[in-house]
């Protein structure tokens, strides 16, 4: 499975962006879609996650009420929707897929649950 994002640039804060993520080769084995970051000199961290086959998402505390996931699995793509954007929010943000089914209701946080990961794409928030 490749995953491809797109979607970063530079955006004032409390502006808008929206990110996206196409998967192509055995898209059949994408059970969980999420979304991580990584800024500067930090650890990557977790944003959002949503399940293929239902509509559960989880979000970092962090973003909460501000970013949305969505998927369409027909295309086999995921969008993040990032409302409100804080300088805090600057970072690289990666796409990531889990490969094998996930059973329990809310989609995993950590990154070593997923299998795919999409090269990255910048997200710089100006103040």
């Known amino acids: 499975v490749q995953l491809q994002a797109s979607g970063g640039g530079l955006v004032q804060a409390g502006g808008s962006l929206r990110l996206s993520c196409a998967a192509s080769?055995?898209?059949?084995?994408?059970?969980?879609m999420g979304w991580f970051r990584q800024a500067p000199g930090k650890e990557r961290e977790f944003v959002a996650a949503?399940?293929?086959?239902?509509?559960?998402?989880q979000y970092a505390d962090s973003v909460k009420g501000r970013f949305t996931i969505s998927r369409d699995s027909a295309k086999n793509t995921w969008n993040l929707q990032m409302n409100s954007l804080k300088p805090e929010d600057t970072a690289v943000y990666f796409c990531?897929?889990?490969?094998?089914?996930?059973?329990?209701?809310?989609?995993?946080?950590?990154?070593?649950?997923?299998?795919?990961w999409g090269q990255g794409t910048q997200v710089t928030v100006s103040s």
């Open positions: 990531a897929a889990r490969g094998t089914n996930w059973h329990y209701n809310l989609p995993p946080r950590q990154s070593y649950r997923y299998d795919y």
């Open positions: 080769g055995r898209t059949f084995s994408t059970y969980v």
């Open positions: 949503i399940k293929r086959d239902a509509p559960t998402t």
